[in-house]
């Protein structure tokens, strides 16, 4: 495990979610990796996540978030080349004010030939569901959008 790629990859991440910078976040990914939830799992390419990323900024911007950062993180080496990260983030909206909508997702990353990269991730919590209970709710068009 080299912590100190790992550190630097994940300080990029965060500055990229925050700013909902979705295609940026494309560079961190494997070109094909697993996304997984309560609801289910889902293998896709880097090349699709990055077709999507305009509609998935549109939504986080919908349903008014303004911000995330890393709370806190803790690293697990797998192999010597592959760790889990599991991440515990912190999310504001423009509805919840300074309260921080905090939730966990842990990552696997592969550590080899070069950058590190996710290869799977795992949301812990059902982030529709959870949205939905705070009231953040998107407008019509763009759910359907993000859905196509």
């Known amino acids: ?30 070109d094909t990796f697993i996304s997984a939830g309560p609801k289910g799992t889902i293998a896709q390419s880097k090349e699709d996540f990055i077709k999507k990323a305009g509609q998935a900024a549109e939504f986080y911007k919908s349903v008014g978030q303004t911000s995330a950062k890393i ?11 592959y760790t889990m990260a599991t991440v515990h983030w912190g999310v504001m909206f ?13 990552y696997f990353v592969q550590e080899t030939g070069g950058d590190p990269k996710i290869i799977l991730f795992i949301a812990h919590q059902d ?20 859905n196509n």
């Open 71 to 81: 709370i806190s993180k803790n690293f697990i080496p797998i192999s010597d080349h």
């Open 1 to 30: 495990m080299d912590k100190v790629k790992l550190e630097k990859m994940f300080t990029e991440y965060e500055k990229a979610f925050s700013t909902l910078d979705i295609r940026k976040n494309a560079e961190f990914f494997a």
């Open 127 to 146: 982030e529709e569901a959870a949205m939905k209970e705070l009231g953040l709710n998107a407008p019509a068009e763009t759910i359907r959008s993000t």
């Open 94 to 106: 423009q509805k919840t004010g300074d309260e921080l909508v905090e939730f966990d997702v842990s």
